[in-house]
């Protein structure tokens, strides 16, 4: 009877530790960012000049507006791309979590160039045709004795959040920005299509442009992870 005790004392905490790592190993193997890299680890380094009609392909290159770019909301800085999430600290008896309060995510079409060759991305939110992750690249919080500056509070105006409870405390707030900036170096996957150049672009010599679209089955991928390995490069 006491060897059954034993053994019970050592076999549940085990299946307790194994049962935990697998919910890690599932969470992060099918992580957004995991499936990404992946995906893209697959696909060929491509030149823009190289890329066949209806080719699912990956092109790496400086992130440029077509037309009057997004601003960021905290860092006011021009981009193509931002998510942002403001998160807010909730108790209830000894546990504590963040509830989100805002998620905000706004997006615009954009050239990627490399060497003078451009492609088109045409990006859509409703219904979302592209799967993302961005490097989060701003923070700011704010706590019980950590007031929001003066920008971090402009912001939540903003979005007419109070930065302050009831009782006069500063609230435990927590902001996020990712975005993709004007510039900024970032890999796109899609299916290639070439397509005649409606208005001349400055420096781009060339009468027909490729753009990176989604299909039914495939949507794009975009992110600004750096150094995305691939198996081949053409």
């Not at 930065?163 to 900036?181: C, D, P, T, V």
Request: proline share 3%; aromatic share 12%.
């Amino acid at each position: 009877m006491a060897l059954v005790t034993d053994f019970d004392s050592f076999i549940i905490p085990l299946i307790f530790v194994v049962l935990v790592g697998l919910i890690i190993f599932i969470t992060y193997f099918f992580s957004t960012k995991q499936k990404i890299i992946r995906t893209l680890s697959k696909l060929p380094i491509k030149q823009i000049g190289s890329l066949k009609n209806n080719q699912f392909t990956r092109f790496t290159g400086k992130a440029l507006h077509i037309k009057e770019p997004l601003i960021a909301p905290f860092s006011k800085r021009k981009c193509v791309f931002y998510v942002i999430k403001i998160e807010q600290k909730k108790s209830s008896g000894k546990n504590n979590h963040w509830r989100t309060i805002v998620n905000e995510e706004k997006v615009q079409d954009f050239f990627i160039e490399k060497n003078s060759d451009f492609a088109m991305v045409r990006l859509h939110q409703n219904p979302k045709n592209y799967t993302c992750h961005l490097v989060v690249d701003k923070k700011v919080n704010s706590g019980t004795f950590n007031a929001p500056t003066s920008e971090f509070n402009a912001l939540l105006k903003q979005y007419d959040i109070k930065s302050e409870n009831f009782f006069g405390f500063n609230k435990s707030l927590r902001y996020s920005e990712a975005i993709i900036e004007i510039g900024e170096q970032i890999t796109v996957a899609g299916i290639a299509k070439w397509k005649s150049l409606k208005e001349p672009i400055a420096g781009y010599s060339y009468s027909k442009i490729a753009e990176l679209e989604s299909s039914d089955k495939q949507k794009l991928i975009i992110t600004d992870l750096p150094n995305i390995k691939s198996k081949k490069r053409v």
